[in-house]
Structure formats: C-alpha cells, structure tokens
C-alpha cells in the first residue's frame, strides 16, 4: 500500500501563485508515475500534470506556462507549482500515483484550491 499526502491549497487571488506537495508513505519502492488531477464541482476528474519515474513531464494544455511539477525521488515528494492563477484553475487538487503493488494505483485526500477573480 502506499499513503498520498496533500498540503498547500488554499484561497489566493488571480494572478497569484501556490505550491501544493504530495509526500508519499509506505510501500514507496513500488511507486511509478507521480500525477496531479483537479476536480471542479459537476465536472470529471482530468489530469493536470505527470511526472514519469524516468523524469518525463506531460501537462494539460490548460496550465502549460503557468504549472510546474517536479519531484524528489529523496524525500518520497512530488510538488506542483502553480504560477499566473486563474479563477479556472479553482478546483480539489489531487495527488495520484501508479504503483507495482495492487491496487496498482492510490489517491490522495485531495486539497482544495480556490482562485478568487
């Protein structure tokens, strides 16, 4: 099993920025890809960012410029940096990973994030 960990969110004004962070626990050998989703309310759960095992990044159109995901393999981390915010981006960030270990892949609890106009 491995444990995901969110913290940073919060409320900032448009045009502002934050850093959220994702701290695995457990059976973190196991760990792949590291990836932030977001969810707005009513709508689906979409993939905002990826960080492979072998340092590939892929983001989603919407935040290329403004997003940043990088990782500490070291500290188990995965942190997405989120610059030139918009009331948009205001949505449940959370932290995914696939794993070798069934179920194979885990959430995190999710942390919110409100961008405010």
């Known amino acids: 099993q491995v444990q995901l960990v969110e913290s940073g969110g919060g409320l900032v004004q448009a045009g502002g920025s934050l850093r959220l962070s994702c701290a695995a626990s457990g059976a973190t050998f196991s760990v792949g890809a590291m990836d932030w989703y977001r969810q707005a309310p009513g709508k689906e759960r979409d993939l905002v960012a990826r960080?492979?095992?072998?340092?590939?990044?892929n983001y989603a159109d919407s935040v290329k410029g403004r997003f940043t995901i990088s990782r500490d393999n070291a500290r188990n981390t995965v942190y997405l940096q989120m610059n030139s915010l918009k009331p948009e981006d205001t949505a449940v960030y959370y932290c995914h990973c696939y794993s070798s270990t069934r179920p194979y892949e885990f959430w995190g609890q999710g942390t919110q994030v409100t961008v405010s106009s």
């Open positions: 960080f492979s095992r072998s340092g590939i990044t």
